[in-house]
């Protein structure tokens, strides 16, 4: 929707330009305002079903700033699972089906992996370094290789150490101070991401390393958001007026440099990230020199700099990808893990009695223990599905070709969202969404969801840390239900207080809101095992301090 400042500037703007418009070019640009409008209804009918839209802002009005793929759902439900939509002049696509994705987003992923344009976000606040809103071309290539090799499924295990580790500190401070379970988690995601990423961990979310990082990720997750097909996805406060006007209308861009009102505080902001990013790959490299940096993101990369072909600030910005897409991914996920928990806690329980089988009081669970423990492998890949974090799909992509679906037209240049929120709760695909029942990848034969990547999104642009958020949570999960029952916290009147399954915070992820919970230890063994490991743990921490 236009806020009002946009609102005002595009008035404002439409005004100046007709002013000086000269009288004898009015008819020129009103039949070129006319044929653009005809072409727009005419290429609509023949592309997928959606609700009407209105001339120029097309189906802007319609799109809720909170919340809107559960508009995007309920379209889906009502037109089917292709549903095309206006957002000023760009086409947007809403698929709502897993099928619909993947025949789109993967089998034709030739032409489906490219990104919109992300005019703030991509060109002034990083000059299109974040590889993430990159379009598909040679420097999206380069920095998804470097990301590639940093974290495929091979190298990814080469990360368990510190996973393992780093869920040990975790339990311990579950132990200890059981209500600031959340920020327990979010540490633990933030210091595996510094760790893989720049050898070093992180004691506390408080870190300057955590708080500039995600400081730096989240205006470029603002300005992200609000480029996401015009106005969609807007979550938070803007604090530069009309910021969101250059999206739609990036002629302005052409203005003097003087007059581009919206560069200087994404300017200001590129310079504070160029200094920190670098800052943190010298950091690496002096301990690469005196040889104390574990192997990492960024010591690989730095090393292998004349095969990448990658400038020293391409580095830069590409190892800190994690950062952004690693760590509230990963943290959301868990915290949805606890929700579910404390709604099914004979889920839980089925899941407790098969780790009592297989690991027994006396020990951890243990990477090496993955293949004998299907059941808990079922519940995190229904963690995963029961509420995605990234609703969205993460980041749209964008088709770089007219194409045709199933007789449905699709211009070059539409933006396209696969809606996860929806998708996950297709009941053809998953019967009764809402219950969270892990059996559903245990009884099925459909290979798709035996190897559930659904949640990591699709193609070429499918998520490249996927391996190293899938061990994060199997260590943390498998380790937490081993130690903990996890219960309702009870309320000033005695009685037990159950959050709201739905209560799910507006953003490009989107996450419980925080509630309280109660951990009981399982047993003594528990505790005592717990604390055994700690201090076992804290020398060989050492390594990524
Ligand atoms: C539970 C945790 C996670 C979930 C649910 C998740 C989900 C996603 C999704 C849905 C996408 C968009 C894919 C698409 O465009 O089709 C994505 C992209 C991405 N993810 Fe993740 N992710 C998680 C953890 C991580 C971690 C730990 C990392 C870091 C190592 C990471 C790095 C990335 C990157 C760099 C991209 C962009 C890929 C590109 O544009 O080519 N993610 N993720």
Redesign the pocket.
């Known amino acids: 929707m236009l806020n009002g400042s946009e609102m005002i500037s595009s008035v404002a703007i439409f005004a100046a330009t007709a002013f000086r418009v000269s009288a004898n070019a009015a008819p020129f640009v009103l039949a070129l305002l006319t044929f653009v409008l005809v072409k727009q209804h005419v290429q609509r009918r023949r592309m997928p079903p959606g609700p009407r839209g209105l001339p120029f802002i097309g189906n802007k009005h319609q799109v809720p700033s909170i919340k809107p793929w559960r508009q995007f759902a309920e379209w889906n439900k009502h037109y089917g699972p292709v549903v095309s939509l206006y957002l000023g002049s760009t086409p947007v696509i809403v698929l709502g089906t897993a099928q619909a994705a993947w025949d789109l987003?993967e089998k034709r992923s030739d032409i489906y992996s490219s990104?919109p344009r992300f005019v703030v976000a991509g060109e002034i606040l990083s000059d299109n370094k974040r590889?993430?809103m990159?379009p598909n071309g040679e420097p999206?290539r380069r920095w998804?290789k470097v990301?590639h090799t940093?974290?495929h499924s091979r190298r990814a295990d080469t990360y368990n150490e510190i996973q393992s580790l780093e869920s040990t500190v975790l339990l311990h401070q579950l132990l200890t101070e059981p209500k600031n379970w959340e920020r327990h988690i979010q540490r633990f995601a933030a210091s595996?991401?510094t760790s893989?990423t720049y050898g070093r961990r992180v004691e506390s979310v408080d870190e300057w390393i955590v708080k500039e990082n995600m400081a730096a990720m989240d205006s470029s997750s603002e300005s992200t958001s609000i480029a996401s097909g015009g106005t969609v996805l807007t979550t938070l406060p803007l604090s530069i007026p009309g910021k969101h006007l250059v999206e739609s209308w990036p002629w302005l861009m052409k203005l003097p440099r003087s007059m581009q009102w919206f560069r200087r505080e994404p300017e200001d902001r590129r310079q504070r990230d160029i200094r920190l990013l670098t800052h943190l790959v010298d950091d690496v490299k002096k301990r690469m020199a005196d040889g104390t940096s574990p192997d990492c993101l960024t010591s690989q990369t730095v090393t292998n700099q004349s095969k990448n072909g990658m400038s020293d600030l391409e580095i830069a910005y590409a190892v800190s990808?994690?950062f952004?897409?690693?760590?509230e991914?990963?943290s959301?996920?868990l915290c949805v893990f606890f929700l579910a928990m404390l709604h099914f806690p004979e889920v839980m329980k089925k899941a407790q009695d098969e780790l009592d089988k297989v690991v027994g009081p006396d020990r951890l669970p243990g990477f090496e223990d993955r293949d004998r423990l299907p059941y808990l492998h079922a519940l995190m890949n229904e963690t995963?599905r029961w509420r995605?974090?990234?609703v969205l799909?993460?980041?749209?992509?964008a088709v770089i070709a007219d194409d045709e679906y199933n007789g449905m037209y699709i211009p070059k240049g539409s933006t396209v969202f696969?809606n996860?929120a929806g998708i996950m709760h297709d009941p053809v695909m998953f019967p009764s969404p809402d219950d969270f029942r892990p059996e559903r990848f245990l009884e099925t034969t459909d290979p798709r969801l035996q190897d559930f990547d659904l949640?990591?999104?699709?193609?070429?642009?499918?998520?490249?840390?996927?391996h190293?958020?899938k061990n994060?949570?199997f260590i943390t999960m498998s380790r937490i239900l081993w130690a903990f029952d996890i219960l309702p916290a009870i309320g000033g009147d005695g009685r037990p207080i159950l959050p709201d399954p739905w209560n799910f915070t507006n953003g490009f992820n989107s996450k419980p809101v925080s509630f309280p919970c109660a951990l009981k230890c399982r047993s003594p063994k528990v505790i005592e095992c717990i604390e055994r490991e700690w201090d076992a743990a804290k020398e060989r921490l050492g390594r990524w301090q």
């Open positions: 987003l990104r590889g993430l990159l999206w998804r990301l940093g974290f595996v991401a893989v990808s994690p952004g897409a690693g760590i991914t990963t959301g996920t995963l995605p974090i990234a799909g993460g980041t749209p992509h696969g996860l949640p990591f999104g699709f193609g070429r642009r499918i998520c490249v840390g996927m190293l958020a994060s949570l």
